[in-house]
């Protein structure tokens, strides 16, 4: 069975304004793109108060190149967080900064 992927703005800011949302496996990027756009803090990706808007789209993809392995079985991978994922400027990409991974038989 495909676990989840949970996507929301990151530490306790997710938890504080309860602005996360799930996606469950299969998905395509615009079904991503439709779930970033349900979220409260989206709006600081599209050029919120005149700041630069957002690269979604390697948002997306990063999303995308995560979910992947982490639905592979035969990867026995049962956690995977990135936290925080930073979206810089428009063209210029995404970077993850912190990730766990937790295999099978791990604590």
Known sequence: MASPVL????GVL??????SVVLLPPFSRDDVLSALKTLRSFRLLS???QRPIGDVEALIS???????PA??????????E??????????L??????????KNGEE
């Open 47 to 49: 050029g919120y108060r």
């Open 82 to 91: 990135i936290n925080p994922i930073i979206v810089r400027a428009q063209g």
């Open 14 to 19: 997710a938890e504080l304004i309860e602005d």
């Open 7 to 10: 996507i929301g703005a990151g």
């Open 62 to 68: 990063a999303v995308m190149s995560l979910a992947e």
């Open 93 to 102: 990409g995404a970077v993850a900064v912190d990730c766990l991974i937790r």
């Open 71 to 80: 639905q592979d079985p035969t990867l026995g991978i049962v956690e995977l």
